[in-house]
């Protein structure tokens, strides 16, 4: 099984995460580095992959951070809807504070994608 650990604050861009996840699942070059192309290659994985994310504990002060901090959990919701349909993809969520907790509630539609039946072993994880 291939495991991908994905750690929010290693990352400082959206760019930053679609090169780190074009990279360690090989996707093809013509991926567009956005969360359609996304949810699209997700799709197509065959090989056995557990996404681990680890949110971080603050969100950093700062527009750009602000914005980097809303794309984080869209980004876990693209590997949730990809779980959904693809019994290859499992997803764990590493949420160890209130405030990366908040930001996935605050994420349209993950919350409903976490509790779905089909996808209830792939739960969000909060230490507090």
Do not use: W
Request: proline share 2%.
């Amino acid at each position: 099984m291939r495991e991908i650990l994905i750690e929010e604050a290693s990352f400082s861009s959206a760019e930053d995460v679609h090169a780190f996840l074009a990279r360690e699942l090989d996707f093809p070059s013509y991926y567009g580095s956005n969360l359609d192309a996304l949810n699209d290659c997700l799709s197509d994985i065959d090989e056995k992959t557990s996404f681990s994310f680890f949110m971080a504990d603050e969100c950093p002060d700062g527009e750009e951070a602000t914005s980097f901090a809303e794309f984080f959990p869209k980004v876990i919701r693209s590997a949730f809807r990809a779980a959904r349909e693809n019994e290859s993809i499992e997803v764990l969520v590493h949420a160890a504070s209130l405030d990366a907790i908040k930001r996935l509630i605050d994420c349209r539609g993950l919350l409903e994608l976490a509790q779905d039946d089909s996808i209830i072993t792939q739960a969000v994880i909060a230490k507090i």
